[in-house]
């Protein structure tokens, strides 16, 4: 039995002898490949193959980027429907002027 050091979570999990496969933590589900010591100043290897679940959390940096684009989005929709209601109600205006218009000329 080997123990290796999970590179997701540092966890120790143990691999049978001489395997050479793809393995996953059992602690934290993070997949990765054991090279076993071959000798010859060939030391065992853990190599990542997943990404780290805790990496899948925003970082800080994500989470200020996607704080600015809902702070956009809704900065953007307030303009948006400002000018919405502004358009409506232009449009109102003119309906109501040409109504009123097509009325006094009809006369
Ligand atoms: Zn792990």
Same mark, same amino acid.
């Given at each position: 039995?080997? !123990?290796?050091? @999970?590179?997701?979570?540092?966890?120790?999990?143990?691999?049978?002898?001489?395997? !050479?496969?793809?393995? !996953? @933590?059992?602690? @934290?589900?993070?997949?990765?490949?054991?090279?076993?010591?071959?000798?010859?100043?060939?030391?065992?290897?853990?190599?990542?193959?997943?990404?780290?679940?805790?990496?899948?959390?925003?970082?800080?940096?994500?989470?200020?980027?996607?704080?600015?684009?809902?702070?956009?989005?809704?900065?953007?929709?307030?303009?948006?429907?400002?000018?919405?209601?502004?358009?409506?109600?232009?449009? @109102?205006?003119?309906?109501?002027?040409?109504?009123?218009?097509?009325?006094?000329?009809?006369?």
């Amino acid at each position: 039995m080997v !123990t290796a050091t @999970c590179p997701h979570c540092e966890g120790s999990v143990d691999l049978p002898d001489g395997a !050479t496969d793809v393995f !996953t @933590c059992l602690k @934290c589900g993070g997949q990765f490949g054991y090279l076993p010591d071959e000798g010859e100043g060939m030391e065992a290897e853990v190599v990542p193959l997943a990404p780290d679940p805790m990496k899948d959390l925003p970082d800080d940096y994500e989470r200020k980027v996607i704080f600015g684009f809902k702070l956009g989005a809704t900065i953007l929709g307030g303009i948006g429907g400002v000018f919405l209601v502004i358009f409506l109600y232009y449009i @109102c205006e003119a309906l109501l002027f040409g109504i009123g218009l097509s009325i006094a000329l009809s006369r």
